[in-house]
């Protein structure tokens, strides 16, 4: 057992360094009190910098708030969502107060509404990885979300226009995704696979069974990367994916379309149907 007595000397040698710390605390106040009387122009400078900051943060916040409000008229959350914990929102306000730039005004005002919608879906990660991003890097990695399947592969060579090496390392280095990869997925012994595209769209490959078909490079999604794409829900750009597809000698056909999916059965009830031309049955 350890005495009372001695834990009442630690108890006192706490409340005795924060006696001390409040007396440095008033003695420097004070002292700074006396230099701006010294000195109104210091005082002057002191509250353009705070009111200055204080209004460059609301003006961010608001233009935050307004993107997620436009995007909850498109898609309103449930009814019984209990929205975001206040833990979450005291992390999210300080890093929206500095989304200076529309791009990130864009993408934490999406942040906020997914998290409102489906409450502790956002992990922290993602909040610092977009607060950590610049205005052209975010419009880098808007222009690549809708060609990103929700696996978390991006699928570089889809894009109609080929990101440059400089601008791939850009993204790389921000820590959306891993670069210099490849995304070949491999048809199953009926010669089909199915590809989930996300807002309940799917794709089914067919054609010579238990073949790889090579998408080309491809980025990987890091945890905060992953979250992001959670969070803006991109409409994927299936046309692209077909394209690169039949661009494969293995690849006879693609179906693609809202899917029905449950434990024994999966279809899609009205497909579109994408031929390859150049196809020769083994």
Not at 176 to 185: C, E, L, M, Q
Not at 198 to 215: C, D, H, P, W, Y
Not at 250 to 270: L, M
Request: proline share 5%.
């Amino acid at each position: 057992e350890i005495p009372a007595a001695y834990l009442d000397g630690i108890a006192q040698g706490i409340r005795d360094k924060t006696d001390a710390r409040s007396a440095l605390s008033q003695a420097i106040a004070e002292h700074a009190k006396q230099q701006v009387v010294g000195d109104p122009g210091v005082m002057e400078r002191a509250m353009n910098s705070m009111l200055s900051r204080s209004y460059r943060a609301q003006v961010n916040k608001d233009s935050v708030a307004e993107m997620a409000i436009e995007d909850l008229n498109e898609n309103p959350p449930n009814a019984d969502s209990e929205g975001p914990s206040d833990d979450w929102m005291d992390k999210f306000e300080r890093h929206a107060e500095e989304a200076g730039s529309v791009n990130l005004q864009f993408l934490f005002g999406k942040i906020l509404a997914g998290e409102i919608r489906k409450p502790g879906t956002i992990g922290l990660s993602t909040l610092h990885f977009v607060s950590m991003l610049d205005g052209a890097t975010a419009s880098l990695i808007d222009k690549i979300l809708p060609y990103t399947l929700p696996k978390g592969v991006t699928l570089l060579d889809a894009l109609p226009t080929k990101l440059t090496v400089a601008e791939i390392s850009f993204v790389e280095q921000s820590g959306f995704f891993s670069a210099n990869k490849r995304y070949n997925p491999k048809l199953k012994e009926d010669g089909k696979m199915v590809e989930a595209l996300g807002n309940g769209e799917f794709l089914i490959l067919a054609g010579t069974k238990g073949s790889e078909v090579s998408m080309g490079s491809a980025g990987v999604l890091s945890i905060a990367g992953k979250g992001l794409l959670q969070a803006l829900k991109p409409m994927f750009e299936t046309k692209s994916y077909c394209d690169q597809a039949i661009k494969s000698p293995y690849v006879k056909r693609v179906f693609y379309g809202k899917g029905i999916q449950n434990e024994n059965n999966f279809q899609i009830p009205q497909p579109t149907v994408v031929e390859n031309p150049s196809f020769v049955e083994n």
